[in-house]
């Protein structure tokens, strides 16, 4: 990897995150940049859930070891989990999934068939008891934000479900610029930290297997993988010195609605057992900001940049036209923020600005017409425009989570 695009050191000079050994090792904190590349990371998850028929639900970061223990986790997972904690003759431990809380969500309800499939999600916190030789950076943390989300659903049903969920996947990653290595089928190993269901695993693999060939997508089958419970399709990034690590999952899952004895009343007034589909598009959030920082070296798409516009008013004088435009960004919903003479040269303040979508250059013709000289990241200087016409071509491009940094080919000066 480049020292350039090394997330651990670009996400301290851009401000986006930090550590400090009193907080802990493993426990990022997110400044406010940082804080708003997540937050409108997140936003647009939730918009993409909500368009594809799911509800949202809180779970809480805590549960009783008799909840791991029916979900398996103690058995299978309890290496990766921190210690029990005695509260009132209880033992709860810091949750490592969500799952077993969406399980126990959709049992608090009886379920007819007429409702699947049922599509939970949430953006929820999770700990893992990494070891501290492991950790780095946002890649590998002890205090995780995952993106994850349980369909509940008949067994005819799970094709379409997880092919959808790979479609989610693919949308997502065209708006925020990722292209996957690869996609690969996860399946069990060698050992005993695997559920011994031998049909079950035969069944989910056969699922996920015909799911991929169906898609035509190219994948590679790798043993050892697998979640403890099931197979999985894991979708596999690769950050600048080459190393790979699993950004995005659709798995297959027999093993939880039975332990937790999830059922829905059928068409023939008999109780069926649901198949439980695990989707997350985008993992943890703390990895998928790391990618994205290594991947676009700080230059996020426009709609994800914690600064979207930098106002450069050419001198003192126009300071009050900067100012209304900041505003008009602010009741746009644009991250803007002016940069004054008082910053250096204009020179100095564009190289300053070298990672912020479009720089607004504001000298005293642009100042007395309303106009703007909109000098976009990857180097095109566009002709002056009405204010107004610069918002909505921004505007447009950031609702739609374009990559694109101008929608048509603008006039342009020369550089």
Known sequence: MTTAHDHRRLGRELGLFDTDPLIGTGLPYWLPDGAAVRHTLEEYIRAAERRAGYQHVYSPVLGKRELYEISGHWAHYSDDMFPPMDLGGEQVVLRPSLCPHHAVIYRSRSHSYRELPLRMAELGGMYRSELSGVLGGLTRVRAIQLNDAHIFCTLDQVADEAEAALEMIRRAYGALGITPARYRLSLPGPGGKYVAAPEKWRRSTSLLAGILDRSGLPYEAVE??????GPKIDVQVTDGAG??????????DFHQPERFDLHYIGADGARHRPVMVHRSIIGSVERAVAHLIEEHGGAFPAWLAPTQLVIL????????????????????????RIAGPDRGSLGGRVREARLVPYQAVIGAKEA??????????DGRRLDPMPVGDALTGISALVEAHSTDL????APQQAS
Do not use: K
Not at 243 to 252: A, F, K, N, Y
Not at 368 to 377: D, F, K, P, S
């Open 224 to 229: 050892g993988e697998a979640a403890f419970y």
């Open 243 to 252: 190393r790979e690590s699993t950004l995005s999952t659709v798995q297959v």
């Open 368 to 377: 007395a017409g309303g106009h703007v000289a909109l000098r976009l990241r």
């Open 406 to 409: 101008w929608a048509d080919p």
């Open 313 to 336: 008013p050419i001198s003192d004088t126009e300071l009050p036209n900067a100012m209304d435009l900041a505003r008009r960004c602010a009741r746009l919903g644009l991250r803007a």
